[in-house]
């Protein structure tokens, strides 16, 4: 993945929590997945330098997923009916 298709997905994050926020550069951007005897992707690991606001840091996002493939159940939080709705467009 390029820097500059990380900072795209990243910006477009942001936008899309409301955050001013924002890289003006994401380099040396790489991603590790693994996938388990299944097929299922269970783990992702992204690592890359960026900058934001003048300030450099190197970040790692680790990410593990559980119970791939199985039956998932969902029970709503009380009041969620009452929540505003967000486009996400």
Do not use: R, W
């Amino acid at each position: 993945m390029s820097g500059m298709q990380l900072l795209t997905l990243y910006s477009d994050l942001a936008s899309s929590l409301g955050t001013e926020v924002k890289p003006s550069n994401i380099s040396d951007a790489k991603v590790v997945a693994t996938v388990n005897k299944d097929g299922y992707l269970s783990k992702t690991v992204v690592t890359y330098g960026m900058v934001i606001q003048g300030v450099s840091a190197d970040t790692t996002l680790d990410v593990e997923y559980f119970n791939l493939g199985k039956d998932v159940t969902v029970k709503p939080i009380d009041g969620y009916k009452s929540f505003p709705e967000q486009s996400l467009s």
